[in-house]
């Protein structure tokens, strides 16, 4: 049988503008030429080609995406946070905190964003996908309940794990490999033992108010939540070996205890060597080995049942090829797509030190 991927899109995902200046602050006098705030819509225009021109296109098979229901958006967050974004949206934009800027059309592409996750999770538990990935932006994982941060208004992943845990699914374990700490995701689920969050990040600690968690692996949950939180916290240059050694020593022994019924990565490419916010030095092999590596997982455990959401990805032109790797890895598919910019030298036991901290910070919840 060949393998199929169900992707998930929604052209509402282009009408969030969020402008350009300096990186994501407004324009300079003393440059040129302002650049586009990194999170724009030409990074997944530049993923949606290479889905649909490179050697995984046959494998694809392209879905529409949908909005979420105002409802929907409660399943995680607020009501009236809910109503405030809508109004902010409405209202014109503007910039909603000091990094997350957002236009008329942001309303309409969060919906999207929300409502095209659902649907896919939504294609894996009625049977008709096993593996489905949703390209979406804004990304989710910083959105917490109640507060928007670090480009995210709602939460898609939390949103499609507690829609998996009202449709029945036990447990659900969430996998975030996006460079930054999946502080929202966590929040949304840190008195929680139903939903494992696993976050892989560069060290970058609490970012201010709207993002008062650390990232740090003694961010473990609260109550019978204790456990289940795991945050992987890595140093800066940590590269594909590193990566994959704490996916061996961490994520593989706990997914293994806690038995998922359904497996969610929020899969974001930042953590790539070229990436603007992101120092990890992750390659496109990197990133295929981590599909491959969440394949292993889903396969294990929940039928191989697996739903992928985009989050971040800064680097338009390598974030794309390092999503084409990661999901020919869940796909387990050899390809002929190059990695353009291979060059960097890895080192697998960057991250020992740290890995073996946190291996010690969780050891009483899962034995490791
Ligand atoms: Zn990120």
């Not at 709602?154 to 700490?181: K, M, P, T």
């Not at 992987?232 to 704490?246: S, V």
């Not at 994520?251 to 990890?280: H, S, T």
């Amino acid at each position: 049988m060949t393998a199929t991927i169900d992707v998930f899109w929604h052209d509402d995902a282009l009408l969030h503008d969020t402008g350009s200046g300096v990186f994501e602050h407004p324009p300079s006098p003393l440059l040129a030429e302002p650049e586009l705030h990194p999170e724009n819509a030409v990074r997944v225009l530049n993923m949606k080609a290479i889905l649909e021109r490179g050697p995984l296109a046959e494998h694809v098979r392209w879905r529409a995406g949908r909005h979420a229901t105002i409802e929907e958006l409660t399943l995680v967050h607020d009501p009236d946070y809910v109503e405030s974004i809508r109004r902010f949206c409405a209202d014109g934009g503007g910039v909603l905190l000091w990094s997350t800027t957002v236009s008329e059309g942001s309303w309409a592409a969060a919906l999207a964003a929300a409502g095209t996750t659902l649907a896919a999770v939504e294609a894996v538990l009625e049977g008709g996908s096993r593996v489905a990935y949703a390209l979406v932006r804004p990304p989710g994982h910083h959105a917490q309940p109640a507060q928007a941060d670090g480009y995210c208004l709602f939460s898609n992943v939390a949103l499609a794990a507690e829609h998996a845990r009202r449709s029945g699914v036990e447990r659900v374990a969430i996998l975030d490999w996006d460079v930054h700490h999946g502080n929202g995701t966590q929040e949304c689920f840190y008195e929680r033992d139903d939903v494992l969050t696993v976050s892989f990040h560069m060290r970058h600690g609490a970012w201010g108010p709207s993002h008062l968690q650390t990232g740090a692996p003694d961010e473990v949950g609260r109550g019978r939540g204790k456990g289940f939180s795991v945050n992987i916290e890595l140093p800066a240059g940590t590269g594909d070996g590193g990566y994959l050694r704490a996916f061996e020593q961490v994520v593989a022994p706990i997914v293994d205890r806690f038995e998922p019924g359904i497996l969610l990565v929020a899969c974001g490419q930042d953590a790539n060597q070229f990436d603007p916010n992101g120092r990890q030095c992750v390659s496109m092999a990197g990133f295929r080995s981590l599909g491959e590596a969440a394949r292993e997982l889903a396969e294990r455990h929940c039928g191989g049942r697996i739903v992928l959401a985009q989050e971040g990805g800064y680097a338009r032109t390598y974030s794309a090829f390092c999503l084409h790797a990661t999901l020919a890895g869940v796909l387990g598919v050899e390809t002929a797509l190059e990695d353009p910019c291979a060059y960097l030298p890895d080192e697998p036991s960057h991250a020992d030190e740290e890995i073996a901290a946190i291996r010690a910070v969780l050891a009483p919840y899962w034995g490791l």
